[in-house]
């Protein structure tokens, strides 16, 4: 005799699990990529060159991950309840990224704005926007 998991209920208890998935998705590649970025190449390239290479990518895993939860957790959710997702998955991110900022490269997070390239901040900026919206955009839905 098997027992079945119940189906989960509860919007926000969905909500939650979908955007912390997402994040760990998306944060976990950055990571990686991050890495990569910083090692091999920063010295080949410079420092913008190597942020804006790596953007598409990050866009690519943004847009499949985003396609992915909305389909496993949130395919019923509607406008507002997918734009939580990401907009928790958002907030998951700048914590993780201004605790790593803060406390493992010793600056504040005005000092590290104030470091960033203009160029490549800009675009890092809207690939934060579209990591918040991407889910909300039903990506993830049949049909689009």
């Known amino acids: 005799m098997s027992v079945r998991q119940p189906i989960e209920r509860d919007p926000i208890r969905q909500i939650l699990k979908a955007g912390a998935l997402y994040f760990a998705i998306v944060f976990g590649a950055g990571f990686v990529l991050g890495t990569i970025r910083t090692i091999w190449m920063v010295p080949r390239f410079d420092t913008r060159r190597a942020e804006l290479i790596e953007a598409p990518i990050m866009f690519a895993i943004t847009l499949l991950a985003s396609r992915w939860v909305v389909r496993r957790f949130a395919t ?3 406008f507002f309840g997918r734009l939580a997702v990401g907009l928790f998955a958002l907030g998951l991110l700048l914590l993780s990224e201004f605790t790593v900022v803060r406390w493992i490269r010793g600056l504040t997070i005005a000092e590290y704005l104030a470091g960033r390239d203009p160029v490549a ?8 926007a579209a990591f918040a919206l991407m889910p909300s955009l039903g990506v993830g839905r049949s049909g689009l």
């Open 121 to 128: 901040g800009t675009v890092y900026v809207v690939l934060l």
């Open 76 to 78: 019923r959710a509607s």
